[in-house]
């Protein structure tokens, strides 16, 4: 068999398959709900998903720090030719900064509330 065949058959078929294993799963939970209404008990509520603003702090100085590194990276690079490190290293480094930004930022807001 021919190996771009190969490279095309295994990502289509675990497509499908997971596919076919979250709608197994979910008709199985819906008849356990619908067996639990039967016998007139109450299924369990899910429980409403709240979004947590320290969270959102942390990924968003996250993701500004790390384009912002990747933007430093680029103004150097165009600079200098000899730029391999540079990328990585200011990405894992301006990143590292928007988290502690954040920490920072959390932490001044925690003691504002208090």
């Not at 990585?88 to 001044?108: C, D, M, T, V």
């Amino acid at each position: 068999m021919d190996a771009r065949v190969v490279a095309l058959i295994v990502p289509i078929t675990a497509i499908v398959c997971f596919s076919g294993l979250l709608a197994i799963l979910r008709k199985f939970e819906n008849e356990e709900r619908m067996a639990m209404i039967e016998k007139g008990l109450t299924p369990p509520q899910k429980e409403s998903t709240k979004v947590n603003p320290a969270s959102a702090l942390r990924w968003g100085c996250l993701f500004m720090g790390v384009g912002f590194g990747i933007f430093l990276a680029n103004f150097i690079s165009t600079v200098k030719d000899e730029s391999d490190a540079l990328y990585p290293a200011f990405i894992l480094f301006f990143g590292g900064l928007g988290l502690l930004i954040s920490y920072y930022i959390q932490l001044k807001l925690d003691q504002k509330h208090k």
